[in-house]
C-alpha cells in the first residue's frame, strides 16, 4: 500500500511521477527494441537457410579430377552415376537422389541477353525441389517441363519473356569439329518460371531436362554431380562417411553448410554482438529506475523516519522501495513485450509503410539474397528478453531500497 501511495504521489507531494514514467518508457523502448531484433534476426536465418534447403542440394557428391590423357584436361564426370545414386538412396537419412548436368552459359532472347547456370534434371526430379515446384510462385506447368525448360522469376525479367516464350542457350563448348569447337545454340520454349525466394537462384538458374542437357553439354551416358536431400539438413555431416562409402573411392562431397557455412557464422557473430548491445540499452534504461528510486529516498526521509519510528523494520522499509522499483521494471517489461510481439507481427505493413515514406525500394534483394526482412517470433528469445529486463530492473532497485531501509530515523528526524 505505502509503495503504491509513492507511484501515485505528485511531485508537489513528494513524489517522483515524471522519472517514474520516464523509467517506464524506456525500459518499454529497451525491451521493444530487444525482441524486434531478436526476431527479424531469427526470421532473416530462418527464411534464408529456407530458401537454400528448399532449393539446393543438401549434399553434392562428384567425383575428384582425374586428368584425362588425350585432352590433359580434368575430368569430374559421373559415369555410373545410376549405380552411384542406387547406393547413396541405400544411406539411412537420405530422401532424395538427383544426377544433374550443371553449366554456365548465355541466354538470348531479342536483343537481350543474360549469364546464367543450367541444370540438367529429370521432370520427377524438379518436382522434388520444394522451392522450385511450389504451385503457389511457379507460373506455368511444371508437367510440361519435358518439352521445354525451366527459368528464374529474374532470368525471366531480364530477358523480358514469360511462359509460351522461346529463349536461346548459347554454349561456347559446343560442337567438337575437325577444325575445333564451335558454340553450341539451341532455342527452347519457357515451360515454367519458378521464383525460389533468393534472389541469386532466381536471377541466374535455368534447369533442362536431363537427356537434353545431357545432349547439349556433350555429357551422353554421364552427369556431372549428385544433388542429394537429407531429412536432417542441421546434422547433415553426421552422414559425410556413410555417404562417401556409398558413393565409392573418388568421391568428393560439398555440404550446403560448406557452401553458406561463412555466412551463417557471420550471422551467429554478429547475433551475439546485436544481443549484447541491446543488453546495455536495457541497462541503461534500467538505470533510470535508480536515479527514480535515489530522488524518491530523498523526498521521503521524513516519511521513512516516522515509520522506522513506529516500529517499521528495516527489511519492511527494503521491501516498499524496492516494489516501487520493481513493478516499474514489470509494467515496463510486459509493455515493451506487447509491442515487441505486435512489431514482429504486423512487421510487414510496417515494412512498407516505412518503403513508402522513404520513396523507394529500401530493401536491396540484390544485396540481401532474400526479397523482404522476415520476423519470427520464438518463445525462447521473448523469455531471455524479459528474463534479461526483470533481473536487471530487480539488480538495479535493491541498492537505493538498501540505502533507504539503512536510514537512521534519528538523523531522518533531526531537523523536522
Not at 524506456?26 to 530487444?34: D, H, K, M, P, R
Not at 547475433?271 to 533510470?288: G, K, Q, R
Request: aromatic share 8%; with cysteine.
Amino acid at each position: 500500500m505505502i509503495a503504491w501511495r509513492y507511484l501515485r504521489a505528485k511531485r508537489a507531494e513528494g513524489g517522483v511521477s515524471v522519472m517514474t514514467w520516464i523509467s517506464l518508457i524506456g525500459i518499454t523502448l529497451a525491451v521493444l527494441a530487444l525482441i524486434a531484433t531478436l526476431a527479424v534476426r531469427s526470421g532473416f536465418r530462418a527464411e534464408f537457410v529456407d530458401t537454400i534447403l528448399g532449393s539446393n542440394a543438401h549434399v553434392t557428391v562428384y567425383n575428384a579430377g582425374e586428368v584425362d590423357a588425350g585432352t590433359g584436361r580434368i575430368e569430374r564426370m559421373i559415369e555410373d552415376y545410376e549405380a552411384m545414386a542406387e547406393r547413396v538412396r541405400q544411406v539411412p537419412g537420405v530422401t532424395r537422389v538427383a544426377p544433374l548436368i550443371k553449366g554456365q552459359v548465355m541466354a538470348n532472347a531479342r536483343d537481350r541477353n543474360a549469364g546464367v547456370e543450367v541444370f540438367g534434371i529429370t521432370l520427377e526430379d524438379l518436382k522434388g525441389i520444394p522451392r522450385i515446384a511450389d504451385p503457389e510462385t511457379g507460373i506455368g506447368d511444371i508437367g510440361q517441363f519435358g518439352t521445354g525448360i525451366a527459368i528464374g522469376s529474374g532470368v525471366a525479367r531480364e530477358l523480358g519473356v514469360g511462359v509460351g516464350d522461346r529463349v536461346k542457350i548459347i554454349s561456347p563448348g559446343g560442337v567438337k569439329t575437325a577444325f575445333g569447337t564451335t558454340p553450341r545454340v539451341n532455342a527452347y520454349d519457357v515451360a515454367y518460371i519458378f521464383t525460389a525466394g533468393r534472389w541469386d537462384i532466381d536471377r541466374t538458374r535455368i534447369y533442362m531436362p536431363f537427356a537434353e542437357a545431357q545432349a547439349f553439354f556433350n555429357r551422353e551416358g554421364m552427369a556431372d554431380e549428385l544433388e542429394v536431400m537429407v531429412s536432417d539438413p542441421e546434422h547433415v555431416t553426421d552422414l559425410a562417411v556413410p555417404l562417401m562409402q556409398a558413393a565409392g573411392d573418388r568421391t568428393l562431397l560439398w555440404t550446403w553448410q560448406d557452401q553458406s557455412g561463412g555466412f551463417l557464422r557471420a550471422l551467429e557473430v554478429e547475433d551475439n554482438v546485436m544481443f549484447i548491445i541491446l543488453s546495455i540499452l536495457v541497462l541503461i534504461a534500467a538505470m533510470n529506475i535508480t536515479s527514480g528510486l535515489i530522488m524518491l529516498v530523498k523526498n521521503k526521509g521524513r516519511d521513512i523516519g516516522i515509520l522506522r519510528t513506529m516500529g517499521l523494520t528495516e527489511g519492511s522499509v527494503l521491501r516498499v522501495f524496492f516494489i516501487c522499483g520493481a513493478f516499474t521494471g514489470i509494467i515496463g517489461t510486459a509493455m515493451g513485450v506487447i509491442l515487441g510481439c505486435l512489431f514482429a507481427i504486423y512487421i510487414d505493413p510496417l515494412f512498407g509503410f516505412v518503403n513508402w515514406t522513404m520513396g523507394g525500394e529500401i530493401w536491396d534483394p540484390s544485396v540481401r539474397g532474400i526479397y523482404y526482412l522476415p520476423a519470427k517470433l520464438q518463445f525462447g528469445d521473448v523469455m531471455s528478453a524479459v528474463a534479461l529486463s526483470l533481473s536487471l530492473s530487480f539488480i538495479v532497485t535493491i541498492f537505493p531500497a538498501r540505502r533507504a531501509a539503512r536510514m537512521n530515523p534519528v538523523e531522518a528526524l533531526r531537523y523536522e
